[in-house]
């Protein structure tokens, strides 16, 4: 049975490799922005867009049955959107539970989470002028806006998806921004903390409400600085945020691959829901990395297989995104003052240890990193040249 990664970024990148290296037949679909993952060595497949999935999938199912995975909100949203059109022969998580829509609405998801009896921050939808007038005159600051759905967000906002603001006005006139492009939004508390209070717990629900994969994503680094993607984390058992996943997952009936983001307050000490990503988290690799098999048994999963119980971490991998960590390395170094430059340098020097993934750096599988950099070479030629 094949194994489709639908548009899989960096997660389902780490997912597809794992799953050559075990003989396994995987097929990679991926969009133009991350086409570098249709690269990867002893997978076949192509570089397409949203438009173009029902045909190609079509294709796959017509060689026979196989099991659709993603790493992207989008082709989830358009899986869930589009799972009684799919071709016969053709299973993926977004069609067999009614959760990955509710849980991807900010909105919605932090509903779920209370029915848990799971703490969720203050929070706001606003979607025209006259609620944002009065969730910025509730909202206790700072307060952060941040989008309903974010991958529509990200085409207006960049990768700064959540903003912190101090007063009302700054709250109006970020939101105006959202208003301004038919953007729904949520205002909400912001939870005080640094990026090493922020956790997430990778899992893999099955239909009979198991969890067949699971473990821990301890942020070290985060980019942007604050409110982003880790750049550098380590993979932990994080008890507390998983009790909290599992409570929010088993509330919303859920079924599929997920990361739950919880933060911890700074003051009180209380865990806090903040998100549910409903596809294969970026920090996928950590599960291979620690000797879970999580990529072997997710796929199993996803084809309807029986899997036994997880085995023990065997080891506390760390992985670092190099385009992301640059960045956050340059913000911390620029945060210090000059005379503790030497000291900050060698902290983050020392963070690397136990690094046993590097996103797209895989000397065993050298075609995305190739490609990716070829592209982006090629489009910085192109702007000089215009």
């Not at 294709?59 to 989830?76: H, I, K, N, Q």
């Not at 952060?144 to 700064?160: E, Q």
């Amino acid at each position: 049975m094949t194994t489709v990664l639908l548009d899989p970024y960096n997660g389902g990148l780490a997912a597809a490799r794992a799953l050559v290296r075990r003989g396994e037949d995987v097929c990679v679909f991926s969009g133009d922005v991350n086409a570098f993952s249709a690269r990867t060595r002893g997978a076949h497949g192509r570089a397409v867009n949203e438009d173009g999935w029902a045909a190609a999938l079509a294709e796959v199912a017509a060689r026979g049955p196989a099991a659709v995975l993603t790493g992207s909100d989008v082709a989830s949203e358009w899986l869930a959107t589009h799972r009684d059109e799919l071709a016969g022969g053709l299973t993926a998580f977004e069609a067999l539970d009614d959760a990955h829509l509710p849980l991807m609405r900010k909105d919605s998801s932090d509903e779920i989470a209370r029915r848990a009896g799971v703490k969720v921050p203050w929070a706001r939808e606003v979607t025209t002028a006259d609620e944002l007038e009065q969730a910025a005159a509730e909202a206790p600051y700072p307060a952060v806006l941040k989008p309903v759905f974010s991958h529509r967000w990200r085409a207006v906002f960049g990768d700064h998806r959540v903003m912190l603001v101090a007063d009302r006005d700054e709250a109006r006139r970020e939101g105006e921004r959202a208003l301004a492009a038919d953007l729904p939004m949520m205002l909400s508390e912001y939870v005080p903390g640094g990026d090493d209070d922020v956790e997430e717990a990778i899992v893999v629900r099955a239909a009979d409400g198991s969890y067949p994969v699971y473990f821990g994503c301890k942020k070290i680094r985060q980019y942007p600085v604050g409110f982003g993607a880790a750049s550098l984390c380590q993979a932990a058992e994080l008890p507390e945020s998983m009790a909290l996943a599992r409570a929010v997952l088993d509330q919303a009936g859920f079924v599929g691959v997920c990361g739950v983001e919880t933060k911890r307050h700074a003051v009180t000490g209380e865990r806090y829901f903040l998100e549910v990503n409903v596809r294969i988290p970026t920090q996928w690799g950590l599960g291979d990395a620690a000797g879970l098999e999580s990529s072997a048994r997710m796929a199993a999963v996803a084809r309807g297989e029986h899997v036994g119980p997880q085995a023990p971490m065997r080891r506390p991998a760390r992985l670092v995104f190099p385009e992301l960590d640059v960045r956050a390395v340059i913000a911390a170094l620029r945060a210090a003052p000059p005379r503790r430059w030497p000291a900050e340098a060698r902290r983050l020097a020392r963070s690397y240890r136990g690094v046993a993934d590097v996103g797209l750096l895989d000397l065993r599988d050298p075609g995305p990193l190739v490609f990716y950099v070829g592209r982006a070479l090629g489009r910085r030629i192109g702007l000089i040249s215009a």
